[in-house]
């Protein structure tokens, strides 16, 4: 398996380079897209190990630049990560691909690792952010949302369903939560319970209040939870901060794709 020399002569910000290996795992062209899949080399498979693309940008022949489809969501992994692009008019050979990988170790002791508890015992419609991180990010917000509050935000949305004859309760979701990241903090709800897996659920919604921008995401976990399983929902949150994420610059030519 190739592997990646970390670029030489890349000007170090504030947020220091990783000195990681990143590897190419695999690229293949399928029946509508071309799917590429990195990891990165000796990383625990773990929710304290995370990695998604920062930036990232695949040629094909000729250096035509390919068009991410948007089919695969750019979130933080524990194990590979992968990005999809349209099939070109030519069959591809090969593939180059150029960016940045982040690395992310949330931790307590980093003030990016914090244990909100159970559902049951934390206030709701409220930000539940730590203060010492608003001071530096005011304008995060995270919060477990009632579904009293959603049902009034997302009044237009229902009425909306309603005129096309589909029934909209948000009582059918196990789970509502509300979050504004910035450009320098994602943050990232983490369900122990779940495998420590960040994409979970099925049939999750997400919603968008345009009066303050605060993005509402409705999971359901699994079929008929009873509202005290809603209650005992085990919640954690990771937050981005420059102490707790490396960049990882990868540069490959030449990748050979598998048809």
């Keep these: 398996m190739k592997k990646l020399f ?3 002569g ?6 220091l380079y990783s000195q990681q290996n990143i590897l190419f795992d695999r690229a293949g062209q399928y029946f509508d897209f071309i799917e590429l899949s990195f990891k990165m080399e000796n990383k625990p498979n773990s929710k304290f190990h995370l990695i998604k693309f920062d930036t990232i940008t695949a040629t094909g022949k000729k250096d035509n630049v390919l068009i991410d489809n948007h089919d695969a969501e750019n979130i933080y992994r524990k194990a590979n990560i992968l990005v999809r692009y349209e099939v070109s008019k030519e069959q591809m050979k090969s593939v180059n691909a150029v960016g940045i990988i982040k690395y992310f170790n949330p931790s307590k002791d980093q003030n990016s690792y914090f244990v909100l508890g159970k559902v049951k015992e934390v206030k709701k419609d409220v930000n539940l952010i730590d203060k010492n991180v608003l001071a530096k990010s005011p ?7 009632s579904v009293e509050s959603a049902s009034n935000i997302f009044k237009e949305f229902i009425n909306y369903k309603m005129n096309k004859g589909e029934k909209v309760d948000f009582n059918n979701y196990d789970l509502i939560i509300a979050r504004t990241d910035d450009k320098k903090r994602e943050i990232i ?3 122990p319970t779940m495998n420590d897996e960040l994409d979970y659920g099925y049939n999750n919604i997400t919603l968008k209040d345009p009066k303050t921008g605060i993005i509402y995401k409705f999971y359901k ?4 939870m009873t509202a005290e399983e809603r209650g005992n929902i085990p919640l ?3 937050i981005e901060n420059e102490e707790s994420v490396q960049k990882v610059p990868f540069d490959f030519k030449n990748f050979q794709v598998k048809q």
């Design 10 to 15: 890349i000007s170090l910000s504030a947020c």
């Design 221 to 224: 976990l699994r079929q008929s």
């Design 6 to 8: 970390l670029l030489a």
């Design 189 to 191: 709800p983490v369900i």
């Design 139 to 145: 304008k995060l917000y995270f919060g477990i949302v």
């Design 236 to 238: 954690e949150l990771f």
